[in-house]
């Protein structure tokens, strides 16, 4: 597997090969792994009662410099893997009861995701959890394989998009790929059990002193889909990580009054269906261990 990857919206063009890493993902052609195994800490219709088989892929094509799973975004942890063995871990997460699949941060390896998904037939929902920035053209690649998108909508701001991941397009071509992934399930599905079958479950990271930019994205939601078309979260779990002493104005948590007023915005545009936090969740908790658990 060697190609020149233009496959994520930052079109590098770069060579990528099976073991050796390039782009702005760092990453080889086939999968890095860093845990592949039930996680708890999605929201309620994903993570059920038995957790979502969660395969946390690392790299990332967005890097924002507030990650809180930067020890593998930033490409250093984990173990590189086969297409077939990611399709084991796919089935063995299954076999232990799981949910679904849960796929976090699969863009970059999107080649090999696809070949592990074709013709395996799982009989529970594929979740793609993204940053959202994502091309069109590859989300088409995975029409009928992906039942569930959970892509977040992180910034309605450019110049915010700018200066924290070096992606001033990030508002219309996230809002592009949405509407595609839209468009792939149609309106989202629960079970008889509250569990998400198919759909799409659209995040928002409230960041601190960032009012406008959470309107914003509450707004792009609001106006985009009909009522009953799409899932929202609005998530206040920001937690500041070391090494951002460039940024001063991410070195604290989202507080109380700033989640409220968002909360009130957001059921104010007529925003019901989906899910909120409250402030006491920015804990370090929050983040698994990526110990190579299930790898």
Partial sequence: MEYLCSDCPR??????????SGGVCASPALPRIARAAPHFGEEPCISGTRGAGTIFFTGCSLRCVFCQNREISRGGAGQTVSVEDLRGMMLRLRDEG???????TPTHFVRAVREALEGLSLGIPVVWNSSGYESVETLRTLEGLVQVYMPDYKYADAALAKRYSAAED??????AAIREMVRQTGPYRLDENGLLVSGVLIRHLILPGEIENSMGAIDFVADSFPKNGVLFSLMSQYTPMPGLERFPALQRRVDASENAHLVRYMHACGIENGYWQEPSSA?????????????
Avoid at 283 to 295: L, R, Y
């Fill in 283 to 295: 804990t370090e908790d929050m983040i698994p261990s990526f110990d190579g658990t299930g790898v």
């Fill in 98 to 104: 799981v949910h679904c699949i849960d796929l976090v």
């Fill in 11 to 20: 079109k590098c063009g770069v060579i990528r090969s099976e073991r050796q």
């Fill in 170 to 175: 990030y508002p219309q071509v996230a809002a």
